[in-house]
């Protein structure tokens, strides 16, 4: 059996001023191997955590990756211990709570303390040190021997019809290739859905898997996804925390043009003999990224009756070809 931990990026909104794409990644974890992936990223947590918490050292790349204001207020902030750091910024952080918050708006107030609480586990750690934890962690994935494999579905908003929800495109085109690599794989395994409770399209999720395996999947749809998606919290999941880390690492390749964290997942994407089969990126003709330029694998999708092929329920109607050439 293989899990899937699902997670998205971007904003699914047609407007780009927020995000030129929507991503959705999965990450297929062989329960045989759930264990040592576990074991792996606790470890990895165990050499950045403060005094050895692993618990409250939550992986999630946007919290990580980013420039934290106190640490540049700090003076020789680098050459501190790690403990030294903690207490500087939390020190700043109660001071600017007490002179600073009662003069702003109340909803400024609550994003301040949203950031502060997502990255209180990280405060200790130099943003070099936390570039380098989020480096580690991707590469902890794309070496893995066995057992793990990526699939994603990258939709570049400006080519997207429409009358294609960007969310819904992208979650079943994920199921889609999740089920064609069971139904290939040397094992004939089940899979199962797993998704951050968290998730700003969870609900839908779970509607949209229940309508693929209730439709005429004897045809060539999803018969190997069972049961409805889990729903985990990802302060407590280790696959929930890298599937964030990964769907990142691939939006901010293609929006950013940032190549080595993408790189060091790039091999795990589903590869068939023909071709690269995990991994699409939807956009304008003459893309030159890495995904576009390597040969892509063609897979006949059987219709089921008609109005029920899963990516008609998406909102495109005719079979897969090339899955750079677009809506089919």
Same mark, same amino acid.
């Given at each position: ?12 909104? @047609?407007?780009?001023? =927020? ?26 947590? !165990? ?51 007490? !002179? ?11 994003? %301040? ?7 209180? @586990? ?5 943003? *070099? ?13 794309? %070496?893995? !021997? ?32 999740? %089920? ?7 094992? #004939? ?23 693929? =395996? =209730?439709?005429?999947?004897? =045809? ?7 049961? &409805? ?7 407590? #999941?280790?696959?929930?925390?890298? &599937?964030?880390? $990964? ?8 929006? #950013?043009?940032?190549? %080595? ?15 690269? $089969? ?5 956009? #304008? @003709?003459?893309?030159? $990224?890495?995904? $576009?330029?390597?040969?892509? &694998?063609?897979?006949?999708?059987? !219709? ?16 897969? *070809? ?7």
């Amino acid at each position: 059996m293989y899990l899937l931990y699902v997670d998205e990026s971007g904003v699914a909104d @047609p407007s780009p001023s =927020q995000t030129s794409h929507y991503v959705a990644l999965g990450l297929a974890v062989h329960v045989g191997t759930w264990f040592a992936l576990t074991r792996r990223v606790k470890q990895l947590k !165990r050499l950045y955590a403060l005094e050895g918490d692993v618990e409250k050292l939550e992986l999630h790349a946007a919290w990580l990756c980013r420039p934290y204001w106190e640490q540049d207020q700090i003076p020789g902030f680098a050459d501190l211990s790690r403990k030294a750091r903690y207490d500087a910024v939390m020190a700043l952080r109660y001071e600017h709570q007490l !002179r600073g918050w009662p003069h702003i708006p109340v909803k400024k107030v609550k994003a %301040e303390k949203k950031d502060f609480r997502k990255t209180e @586990p990280f405060v200790h750690l130099t943003l *070099g040190e936390r570039r380098a934890l989020y480096l580690k962690a991707l590469s902890l994935i794309g %070496e893995h !021997r066995r057992g793990i494999t990526l699939f994603g579905e990258a939709l570049d908003k400006s080519a997207l019809p429409s009358s294609v929800h960007a969310a819904h495109e992208a979650f079943s085109r994920l199921i889609d290739r999740f %089920e064609v690599f069971l139904k290939n794989h040397e094992e #004939n395994p089940w899979g199962i859905v797993v998704v951050d409770r968290d998730e700003a399209h969870s609900s839908q999720y779970a509607e949209l898997l229940a309508r693929f =395996q =209730q439709r005429d999947h004897s =045809q060539g749809g999803v018969d190997r996804v069972i049961e &409805a998606p889990f729903f985990l919290d990802s302060r407590s #999941n280790s696959g929930v925390q890298v &599937a964030d880390l $990964c769907v990142y690492a691939l939006r901010r390749y293609l929006e #950013n043009g940032e190549e %080595e964290p993408f790189r060091c997942i790039f091999s795990k994407f589903f590869r068939m003999p023909s071709g690269l $089969c995990g991994l699409r990126h939807f956009t #304008n @003709p003459g893309c030159s $990224c890495l995904i $576009c330029a390597e040969p892509s &694998a063609k897979i006949k999708r059987m !219709r089921r009756r008609p109005g029920a092929h899963l990516s008609e329920i998406a909102g495109w109607t005719k079979e897969e *070809g090339d899955p750079r050439e677009g809506p089919p």
